[in-house]
């Protein structure tokens, strides 16, 4: 008697690809950011480039959660060692931008951590994104464990899950970050980016790391390996076309779809963020353009 032959183990990321949309603007995508990443200004001033996507993505992500304001106004705040303020009475969202910009320059330190540990480079994610909002200082970096804590819902996605379940998620996020998947980045960066709006794990700033999240994986995974990029701003786009177009914010309504948990909400939600990851490419080819101006 032959012994059954064993099956390939199944790739948990793999059936997304095949969801209405999806892979086409997935390739749509793949092929902005290569077009961004032969421009030849990147082979001898990537870094350059690098500091001022992740400065405008700081921006956008900022923006996003509720804290905009204009690129060069914070240019200028940060240059000159000012605290950074937005046009609110609320001064919390100044440093809400504040802290969106100390994310992202700390992006690069994080991705070790991130390969092996995907938990704790997400608890200091969150350490850098919740610093000085007025939480306790135990509260830094540790997901949500009462149902009783506050969770913060700038989308309006609605009740967020008791912690148990939270819990129970985030375990099972981490130990797919580190099955091995044929998956795209751009796929398994939206249901990360998804699954931590969805959660509220920390309850305050969520989606600060929730969109830096998504940028690491695209850095981890090599679809942008020098974060050249900036898809917070196609995000950013995205929303104020919405707004333009429909009155809605297309950012929110598309995360809204994605934590109904339904299979076209899902789609929808990656080719949403397939979508700005291509703008983002976009955004970097403009940085690289100004950046080949100033030394003509």
């Known amino acids: 008697m032959t012994a059954p032959r064993s099956q390939p183990p199944r790739d948990p990321w793999g059936a997304l690809l095949d969801?209405?949309?999806?892979?086409?603007?997935?390739a749509e995508s793949r092929a902005a950011v290569d077009g961004l990443l032969s421009h030849r200004i990147l082979r001898r001033r990537s870094a350059e480039v690098t500091a001022e996507s992740a400065l405008r993505g700081a921006r956008?992500?900022?923006?996003?959660?509720?804290?905009?304001?204009?690129?060069?106004?914070?240019?200028?705040?940060l240059m000159h060692g000012q605290p950074v303020?937005?046009?609110?009475?609320?001064?919390?969202?100044?440093?809400?931008?504040?802290?969106?910009?100390?994310?992202?320059?700390?992006?690069?330190?994080?991705?070790p951590s991130w390969k092996g540990s995907p938990k704790q480079a997400l608890a200091r994610l969150h350490v850098l994104a919740a610093a000085d909002l007025g939480l306790p200082e135990d509260a830094l970096g540790r997901p949500r464990t009462l149902p009783t804590d506050q969770v913060e819902d700038p989308l309006e996605l609605g009740a967020a899950p008791q912690p148990i379940e939270v819990s129970a998620r985030l375990d099972g996020l981490a130990r797919l970050l580190l099955v091995p998947t044929s998956a795209p980045a751009v796929v398994v960066a939206a249901v990360v980016h998804g699954e931590l709006l969805a959660l509220r794990a920390f309850g305050s700033a969520d989606g600060l790391v929730a969109r830096a999240a998504a940028?690491?994986?695209?850095?981890?995974?090599?679809?942008?390996?020098?974060?050249?990029?900036?898809?917070?701003?196609?995000?950013?786009?995205?929303?104020?076309?919405g707004l333009r177009s429909t009155h809605t914010h297309a950012y929110a309504e598309a995360a809204r779809g994605y934590v109904s948990g339904g299979r076209d909400g899902v789609a929808a939600w990656i080719v949403h963020c397939a979508q700005a990851t291509a703008l983002g490419a976009r955004e970097g080819l403009a940085v690289c353009e100004a950046i080949l101006r100033e030394s003509a």
């Open 19 to 26: 969801l209405p949309g999806v892979a086409d603007a997935v």
């Open 60 to 77: 956008a992500s900022a923006e996003l959660e509720g804290a905009g304001m204009e690129l060069e106004r914070l240019r200028g705040q």
């Open 85 to 111: 303020t937005v046009q609110s009475k609320d001064p919390r969202l100044g440093q809400l931008a504040a802290n969106a910009v100390r994310v992202h320059a700390d992006l690069g330190s994080l991705l």
């Open 215 to 241: 940028r690491l994986i695209l850095v981890d995974r090599g679809l942008d390996p020098k974060a050249v990029s900036a898809p917070e701003v196609g995000h950013a786009e995205l929303d104020a076309a």
